[in-house]
């Protein structure tokens, strides 16, 4: 599947960062720190399947989703190409960095690890579903229907990037493919843990002190794995920590990049 990308700095540039956005994201959310991460290098935000701006399919798992991303880094034309992949994008990454044939200078991986979890994701995307489009008149209408079901006012504000209006047709409608992401939230929340590969590049997994996506509980299963793994705590800051503690998240992830 040939994936969509925003891309910022100079194609010329040696070093390349691909960055993948999680679960209901898009390479949009990562607009301002791809910009502070290009001063160095070419970065690519990547929309992955059923998300933002690139196709849709039935099959979302793991595997095709590595492959995809496996297929995007064969098209490009650099030396040094490292990974970042927050949340589901950092399973791609992970899953990618333990069985694709690919050269990946160094990989993030933002607030997740290499396990299955339990989360349940009805909550989000099925009031999205549920969201009369054909009614619709604004996005502000929209935020006050999600009200009653998602009250927060920042995962609201997070869900509605991906609510687009087309004009030649005058609707609204949603960019991610909903119904296959709610029929395979079960691949999304797994993670294969028979994994026998290792990846022996050096590799960061930052996360969120508020978040328990990733604690220490999960180093001992990271290092049989990545057995180069560094860990960088983000303070005050939960699952979405790029988003809430942009500057602190760019700094921990410039350093090992540039170390």
Known sequence: MKLFSRIEGGPQQDDALIILHGLLGSSANWKSL?????????????????????????????????????????GLDHQNISLLGHSMGGKVAMQLALNAQVSIHKLIIADIAPVSYQHDFDHLIQPMLDLPLESLENRAQADAQLATSIPSLGVRSFLLHNLAFNAPEQRWHWRPNLEVLLNSVPNLTAFEEKHKASFEQDALFVHGAQSDYLTEKHHARIKQHFPRAVFSKIQNAGHWLHAEQPKAFLTACESFLND
């Open 34 to 74: 791809a910009k502070r991460f290009a001063q160095k290098r070419v970065v690519y935000s990547v929309d992955l399947r059923n998300h933002g701006q690139s196709p849709w399919s039935d099959d979302m798992d793991y595997t095709v989703m590595a492959k995809d991303v496996q297929q995007f880094m064969q």
